[in-house]
């Protein structure tokens, strides 16, 4: 598997990078592992325009979807002709919920095939691909992408919790959220700091963390990496836009 790091930036874009998107690749297959605010704009940097085979939104908050609704445009509106709706797999109400974001404008499905995730284990083209419900606000899944005997995990938006750590075990690579610092005034069930990250690879025996969704304006990277490496043995990384991974 191929990951490339189209967008990172949490909650809202950085200066440097989009939103949460992301771009697994296997045997020329390419998933888009959320569609966060601004990522439309990296997909054309690293792959063609209309060259991808499905979407999966982990939840509907907009740094994870909205260029989503974007890309309604490209697909419907091509000069050579709409293309076929792309396999989109998301949280129930992703049809109404990305309509409304796009304008009101009748149902999304000539553009996309939509599939309502549940916890568990299914195909998207030649990927295995389990998703398990996390601890975040809203409907929430994080990400386990198995192929040939490799395994990238994704933990969404979550607070530390056991879906994340089952998620992400023994994985090649784990990336995972780092949302805050450890002083914040965290509020519970919501996002992860540095340490609750590299707590949660340790725990998972992964190989590799891959810290991502660090709120640009308002961290601080050096401090989520120490916090981070303090807990996790491993090999640690904050992830940057373009960044790309051999897994
Ligand atoms: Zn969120």
């Known amino acids: 598997m191929k990951l490339t790091v189209l967008g990172c930036a949490g909650s809202f874009p950085g200066p440097e990078s989009s939103c949460s998107a992301y771009l697994v690749e296997a045997d020329g297959f390419r998933l888009m592992l959320d569609f966060g605010t601004g990522s439309l704009s990296a997909l054309q940097r690293y792959a063609s325009l209309t060259s991808i085979d499905a979407v999966l939104l982990s939840h509907l908050h907009c740094d994870h979807m909205v260029d989503a609704c974007s890309y309604v445009v490209v697909r419907r509106y091509a000069p050579d002709g709409p293309h076929k709706p792309l396999p989109l797999f998301a949280p129930a109400g992703a049809p109404r919920r990305m309509a409304d974001v796009y304008g009101?404008?009748?149902?999304?499905?000539?553009?996309?095939?939509?599939?309502?995730?549940?916890?568990?284990?299914?195909?998207?083209?030649?990927?295995?691909?389990?998703?398990?419900?996390?601890e975040h606000p809203i409907e929430t899944y994080g990400v386990r992408n198995e192929h040939d005997g490799r395994t990238l995990a994704?933990?969404?938006?979550?607070?530390?919790?056991?879906?994340?750590?089952?998620?992400?075990?023994?994985?090649?690579?784990?990336?995972?959220?780092?949302?805050?610092?450890?002083?914040?005034?965290?509020?519970?069930?919501?996002?992860?700091?540095?340490?609750?990250?590299?707590?949660?690879?340790?725990?998972?025996?992964?190989?590799?963390?891959?810290?991502?969704?660090?709120?640009?304006?308002?961290?601080?990277?050096?401090?989520?990496?120490?916090t981070a490496t303090a807990a996790f043995s491993g090999p640690v990384e904050v992830v940057r836009p373009g960044a790309r991974y051999h897994i």
């Not at 707590?199 to 120490?226: F, N």
Request: net charge negative; charged share 20%; glycine share 8%.
């Open 104 to 134: 009101h404008d009748g149902p999304l499905d000539d553009v996309y095939e939509f599939h309502t995730l549940q916890p568990g284990t299914f195909r998207i083209g030649p990927l295995t691909v389990t998703v398990d419900r996390v």
């Open 154 to 226: 994704y933990s969404a938006d979550s607070a530390l919790c056991d879906a994340v750590i089952r998620l992400a075990s023994g994985a090649d690579a784990f990336l995972c959220e780092a949302s805050y610092l450890d002083a914040d005034p965290n509020p519970p069930g919501l996002h992860m700091t540095g340490r609750d990250a590299g707590e949660a690879a340790s725990k998972a025996g992964a190989r590799l963390l891959l810290l991502t969704h660090l709120v640009t304006a308002w961290g601080s990277e050096a401090e989520t990496l120490d």
